[in-house]
């Protein structure tokens, strides 16, 4: 009961789902905490604090949130700054310990792995259910996904595990050839939204996964998305071409309006980086406050004699580290890099063993893991999403696959004998 509980709380957070039906029912029904009360006694009596807890990269999850809480009291705007930190436990964290807490078994992690390709299908749909257009650019009507770069965000951060059903010997065909059509819808969503970061991210992971592949994968990964890359270039509206041109270099767009707003894009945002950074290193122990950055910026400029901006950071990174103080910074900092490197061992441990069905079952999810944990990374350097629950969650994910890994080569030894070197 617990993990369904547990998993249906993930695919709520994941696909904002309780924001979908306040859309859709006008009414607030308070979804998140009608599963997360339950789910939380579960997780406790089952003992899945404890076993969060004895995974050393959850520790610095816990870390940054209690430091958070530390940051309150020197908060610019205290009543705020407490709502954001509330609500960072109450909801945001918890998808950490949900699943690193109750995902044991193999079979468990592939039931998660099928809930994260159906969050990812639920968002694209609600993609096209609720969108709106926001100048040139496309995004949801309303809620949390509203930004446009933060929709692109996470679909970047699930659609990895709809390309793991397509690359999974095995699946019903009907099954891979949805899944692959969700995923070029969900990569026309992204290049729809226009977000150069979603853009840049893109590229990313999709360096990462030639990385990965072998010659032969490479030559056939390059000759698809080069016609998919062409295809839906050619069918996105004339101004979001314009923008996406100018995501390394703001000459490469023919409108002379599109070139000036990059340029002043640019500018701002490059301003909001000095600016946030300033922000860390002047107030370097407990930031300017949860949520402060932008009313600090703006005062600061005016006090001045400047214009403000009045903007978030645009950069999850210096966002924790000038509002909440650089010790935070680190604690985020080493909970990526901690999962990254979990991943990344569970990933080459199986790669040296035999090449059981189990062993090349392990590889593939941690590729899927490591492709959407990178390429979400790579998309917060754009975007104010410190407070979030993704990477939280992620870390989840890796600690639930890296223990089901180590207790399935427990269980059969003689798959976990590696192969000669």
């Known amino acids: 009961m617990g993990l369904n509980l547990a998993l249906f709380f993930t695919f709520v957070q994941l696909t904002k789902f309780h924001e979908l039906l306040t859309m859709t029912l006008h009414v607030n029904i308070f979804l998140l905490y009608i599963i997360g009360v339950p789910s939380y006694m579960l997780l406790i009596a089952a003992g899945g604090l404890q076993r969060t807890w004895r995974s050393p990269q959850s520790r610095y999850w816990v870390?940054?949130?209690?430091?958070?809480?530390?940051?309150?009291?020197?908060?610019?705007?205290?009543?705020?700054?407490?709502?954001t930190f509330r609500g960072y436990i109450q909801t945001e964290i918890v998808g950490l310990f949900m699943v690193a807490g109750f995902v044991v078994t193999w079979r468990e992690v592939e039931r998660l792995m099928t809930v994260l390709a159906l969050s990812a299908v639920v968002n694209i749909v609600a993609g096209r259910l609720f969108q709106q257009d926001v100048g040139d650019r496309f995004a949801l009507s309303s809620g949390t996904l509203s930004d446009p770069n933060d929709f692109a965000a996470v679909l970047i951060l699930l659609l990895p595990f709809l390309l793991l059903i397509v690359i999974t010997p095995g699946r019903n065909v009907i099954v891979k050839v949805l899944s692959a059509g969700f995923i070029v819808a969900g990569l026309y969503l992204v290049l729809s939204t226009g977000s150069r970061g979603g853009s840049v991210a893109l590229m990313a992971g999709l360096a990462y996964a030639l990385w990965r592949v072998n010659v032969m994968q490479k030559m056939v990964a390059i000759t698809v998305l080069a016609v998919l890359g062409v295809g839906l270039f050619a069918v996105l509206p004339y101004s979001t071409r314009e923008r996406l041109a100018t995501t390394f270099s703001d000459s490469a767009a023919t409108d002379v309006m599109t070139r000036k707003t990059a340029i002043g894009s640019k500018e701002a945002r490059a301003y909001l980086l000095r600016r946030s950074i300033e922000?860390?290193?002047?107030h370097p122990i407990v930031g300017v406050g949860l949520e402060q950055f932008q009313n600090y910026e703006g005062v600061t400029a005016r006090a001045l004699g400047?214009?403000?901006?009045?903007?978030?950071?645009?950069n999850t990174y210096?966002?924790?580290a000038s509002e909440a103080g650089i010790p935070a910074f680190i604690f985020l900092f080493g909970g990526i890099i901690s999962t990254v490197r979990l991943v990344r061992r569970t990933y080459r441990k199986a790669r040296q063993?035999?090449?059981?069905?189990?062993?090349?079952?392990i590889r593939r999810t941690c590729f899927a893991v490591m492709l959407s944990l990178l390429s979400f990374c790579t998309a917060a350097f754009f975007l104010s999403m410190a407070y979030r629950c993704y990477l939280p969650a992620m870390t989840g994910v890796a600690i639930a696959v890296a223990r089901a890994a180590e207790r399935e080569w427990q269980l059969n030894p003689q798959a976990a004998t590696a192969n000669p070197v």
């Open 63 to 83: 870390g940054m949130a209690l430091w958070m809480g530390v940051s309150v009291p020197f908060s610019a705007w205290i009543m705020m700054s407490l709502a």
């Open 353 to 361: 063993m035999p090449a059981t069905p189990m062993n090349q079952k």
């Open 318 to 320: 210096t966002q924790i």
């Open 279 to 282: 922000a860390a290193l002047t």
């Open 306 to 314: 400047q214009r403000g901006n009045w903007h978030e950071t645009h």
